[in-house]
Each structure stands twice: as C-alpha cells, then as structure tokens.
C-alpha cells in the first residue's frame, strides 16, 4: 500500500514536472550576438551580451516567449568581432550560414556594422546594430532588415554642440581627437558642421586605436590654442587616459565627449584627473525607470554597467515585443511590427521614437533621450537631459 | 607653432616614452640574446605585473618601494613553473619559441580574463602630480618611470659586466657550447635569465598599468613596443635596447607632435622595415654567422 502510495506520488510529481516545463518551453530559440569579447572593445562587446542577456532572462523567468502556440525559451549564440571588419563578417556568416540564426543583435562600431550587412540583408536576417557610420542605414539594401538602436552623430551632435555653445559661451575653438578608422571618419564631418554652425572654429587631429600615449597629440593640438577637447568617439579605455594625460600637459580648458557611451569607466581610469570632465550618455542611473535593470546588472555580474548595457536590454525588449504582436518569427512580419511600434512605451526611455527618413531614407534609427553628465568629486551629474534631432 | 617651450615639451615626452619602452624591452632582449627565445608571452607577463601591483600596492597597501620590486618578484617566482612546463621546451629553437609562446601568450589573457573582467581600470601611483619647471610641465610618474629605467639599465649592465653570473650570461649567450665546456651549468643560468628577464617584464607592467590602465588585455601594446625597440636596437643587445628606445621615444613624440600620429606610426614601422631588409640583426647587433 505504502509502496504504491509513492510509486503513484512519484509519478504525480514526474507527470507534473514534465507538464510544467511543456507549459514554460516547447522549444528554444536563440538570437545571435556579434560583439567585441576580446581586445580594446571588450567591455562594450560585454555590455551588450549582457543587455541583450538580462532581457533573455526576465522573459524566461515569466515562462519563456509566447508566440504562434508556441512557448520559446530564449537563448543566445554570440561570436566574438574582436571590434573589426573581418572578424565581423566571419562571425556573421557562421551565425546565418551555420547555425540558421534570424536575429541578430550588434554588431558594435561602423567597421563590423558596415561588413555584416551583404550577409544579413539578402537572408533577410533582422538585425540591430549601432555604429555611426551613415552607410549603415543609408546603402543599396534601403535598411531593409536593419535597425540602429543607438543614436549616432547625426542624431545628437547639433543638440550637444548648441547645448555647448550655451553652457559654455568662453569656448572659440574646439579641438576633436578622432580614431583613424571608420567610426571616427564618420564622426568628423558631422560634428566639424555643427561646431561650425555655431561659429566655433575646429581643429581635427586623428589617433590610431590601440594608442595609450596621447601626449604629443594632445599638446600638438593644445598648441592651437583650442579651449575645448571633444573626444568624442573614442573607446572608454582611449577617453580615459585622454582626460587623464591632456590635464598631465596642463590644459585647464574643458574636456568634453559629445559621443560613446559610458562614465565610469572613464573614471577608473582617469582618476581625480577626471574632475569637470563633461560626457554624452544614454543612461541616468538614478532615473527610477533605470533602477531594475542596474540591480540586475549587480545581481548577475561585475563590474561596472556601461552605456551598452540600456542600449541592448532596450533593443531585446523591443525586439521581443515585436514578435509577441506578429505572432511569427517571420522576420519580416517581426520587421513590420518593430516598425509599428512607434509610440510603444519601452522601459527605459518612455515612449519609443523611430527616426531617419530625412538623413537615411527610411524610419530605421532609434531617437533616444540622451544625458550630459559632468564628474564632479566622487560623483557623476545629469548637468542636462537632450533630445535627438530627426 | 613651434616655441622653445614646445620644444622642450617634445624632449620631455620623448624621454618619458623612451623611459617606458626600454624598461619594457629589456627582459624580452635578454631571453633572446641568452636563449635564443622570441617571447611572445612578454606582455602577459608584463600584465600580470600589472595586477600583481594592483594587489601589492593599492588592495593591501604596503609600502610602494615595498610593493612595486615585490610584486614583480612574485610573478616572476611564479612563473617559473612555466619555465619548467613550457620555456625550457623552447630553448634555442627561435622559431618554434615563436609559435608556442604566441599560444601560451594567448592562454595567459583569456585566464586572466576568466579571473579578473575586461574592464580596464587605474592603478594608483605614489605620485600622481605635476611639476612645472619654467614653464614645462612633467608628470611624476613618468619621472618616477624615467628613474627607475635607468636604473635598471645600469644595474643591468654592472650585473653582466662584473659579475660571476653576468659573465656567464654573457658567455653563454656569445657560444653557448664552450661555456658548457668552461664548466658553465646552462640549466641554473637559463632559470636565472628567465627570473630576470620576468621580473623587469612584470616590474615594466606595473609602471605601464600605473601610466596608462590596467586590463587583461593590456599587454599587446608593451609587447609591440618592445619587439621595435630590440628590432631597432638588436636582439639581445642590451646598449641595444637603450639606443632602441630612445630612438623610438623621441621620433614618436616629436612626429606625433609635429605632424601627427599617422606619420608617426608609419615612419616607425617604416624605419624597422627597412631595418629588416638592410640591417636585420639591428643597429647595435650582430649578425648570426659572426
């Protein structure tokens, strides 16, 4: 009696078991990551794994992704772009070719954004990048099956430099320090028009990335008499020994990023030598809106939470709505939900804004609120919150 | 714009960053010149120099004369377990040396990465201010780096000039197999090249951790830098190193401050390009059938 009494509960609790799993996940589904995971971008590359990671995880903790009958649990395939072209385009074709993947998030920067396109467009493989380059959105492809969820210069670099002019009306010339590649050759034009537009003069001098000593650079351009430094889309680990060398040569002027994404590591790095330092962010991480995902950054890594991090939890909860309102994995059935979605309220930024048909031709660029941030001691300021131009 | 101040400033930076690539240089010339090993895992070794100061100094907090010899003893007493496993392998075998150092170059990074995370951060300095003398303006740790290279290579010198182990590295590294003969035990003599030239590659790291940032994946750059400067030198030429670094500090900070970082990086690797077609063994070094 007792004997079938706990072959009949051992089977209730196998039966149930198994009913609960079939409840939470008929199948799994993963998403592709190309990100930097080794090299001077690492920490980005990781910020985004793990933005896109913690979004992954909430949805499987409420019992997996519900679309067309069935429940997904969600996953991710990341390979590693080492924050360049080529290894870009190896990663991409392993994820479409390989593994049969149909979303795709990153990758970071305009070399690898640029490289992935000829492989995901044609596969009509959805992808969401960020990277400045304009090409990324404005190509033969018309942005088909790709979105930027990021802003890039175009987006934020009138707002910031008129900002500037106003917070600071001493500034006359503006000195920007720009990576001798893709990122920054797309930075340079649009942020020289607008400083020009509002009547500053501007000095523009390149670096090689994977450069630490940006000495003689920095007093080549100080010896232009600039009053301002705008790092604009150096790596944090190239921003934070440009904030701390250019005070070691003396500077007393304003140093300033109207780009890239990210402070405190800029801090770590720089020191008490960071004071005053002025920065573009995409997060206030006091904002109330902001506190559940920097708790779950704490709970599940280490380390500090850089800009990344907001960027790819946004775009996975939006990518994820999309899916749930197509009720397909079609990509391009998901493609034109993530278009609807205009107005959607998203976590992080409130209501959420596509962009671009005036600059790229097409709605594919995310318009997101963006901060600028001053150290000031110990802690870091929202000194003033801004908003894209379409 | 050039002012005399200007000019002055270019001679300081030029001897801060040659302060920095001959202290970085001088443990991978010295592996070379005695046993012929490229190593390739120079700038993890010069990482993990970095942490160990990172733990000696700023977590503990012992005393920076303390920590900072400390810190590089202690990776270097470490790491001869990989004398033993994976350098000794490798001795007199240039080529090979290249290949497996590279792979074990690349184990030491990604551990460090599962150890510690990517993110770069700053080690602190005893002295982080600014001097201004008539007008120049030179950072304290630089002059601390500048002092302590060369020390380092005047230590270095005395030790392979005057004494009894010196002369024995000297004269295993000019023909290995009469200094056997002589009575020369290569076995002791590799360990205890190894354990130097290391230590200067972590003491190196700590300072450039110090310098410039702290991460796994920090040591590509000083092991770049000093693959030029013993390439321009002459591989195992410790005069060599010095004339290296030199000439590297003062043409990157003067072509960088007049003309940019472009032309820089271009007429460095240019000059060792050239180097290797017209002069390989360098421009203090000697050629192999000598």
Known sequence: MQVTSWAVASALVVASAFTSVAARADEDLKLGVIAALSGGGTAWGLGLQRGVQIALDEVNASGGLKVGGKTYKLGLVAYDDQYNAAQAKTAVDRLVQQDGIKFIMGPIGSPGALSSLSVTQPAKVLQFVDGYAPGILKNDFNAAYIFRVDNSNLEFSERIVTWIKQAMPEVRKVGMIVPNDATGQAAVPTLTAAYKKQGLDVWVDFYERGNKEFTPVLLRMMAQNVDLFDLNSASPGDAGLMVKQVRQIGFKGKVLQAGGAGVDEIVAIAGPLANGFIKYDVVDEADARTKPLVDAYARKFSGPMNGMVPIYYNATQILLEAMRRADSLDTTKVRDEVEKLQGWNTQLYGPLRWGGQVSYGNNHQIMLPFYMKQVDGKSIRVLSTLQPVD | ?290
């Open chain 2, 1 to 290: 714009m050039l002012t005399p101040l200007m000019l002055g400033q270019v001679v300081i930076n030029g001897i801060s960053l040659s302060a920095i690539y001959i202290l970085v240089a001088l443990g991978f010339t010295l592996l070379f010149g005695i046993m012929r090993v490229v190593n390739f895992a120079h700038g993890s070794f010069a990482m993990l120099g970095g942490y160990a100061l990172f733990y000696f100094y700023g977590q503990w907090e012992l005393p920076y004369l303390l920590a900072a010899p400390l810190a590089a003893a202690s990776v270097a007493v470490a790491s001869l377990v990989l004398e033993r496993l994976v350098f000794r392998l490798f001795y007199q075998k240039m080529f090979q040396s290249m290949i497996a150092l590279l792979g074990l170059d690349m184990a030491i990074t990604f551990t460090a990465l599962l150890v510690w995370n990517p993110y770069e951060r700053s080690v602190p300095t005893p002295l982080d201010g600014v001097l201004s003398v008539s007008g120049l303006i030179i950072p304290e740790d630089k002059l601390v780096i500048t002092g302590v290279a060369a020390v380092a290579l005047l230590a270095f010198w005395l030790f392979t000039r005057f004494t009894r182990h010196g002369l024995a590295l000297r004269a295993a590294s000019q023909d290995l197999e009469i200094a056997q003969i002589q009575g020369v035990d290569t076995t002791r003599l590799y360990r205890l090249a190894f354990l130097i030239a290391i230590f200067m590659a972590a003491l190196a790291g700590g300072f450039y951790a110090q310098t410039y940032s702290l991460s796994p994946t920090m040591g590509e750059r000083p092991l770049l830098m000093a693959f030029i400067v013993v390439i321009l030198g002459g591989m195992g030429s410790i005069p060599g190193v010095a004339l290296g670094g030199l000439l590297l500090g003062f043409s990157e900070s003067a072509l960088s401050t007049f003309y940019g970082s472009a032309v820089s990086t271009f007429v460095s690797f240019g000059v060792v390009f050239l180097l290797l077609i017209f002069r390989p063994w360098g421009i203090l070094g000697t050629p192999e059938h000598e």
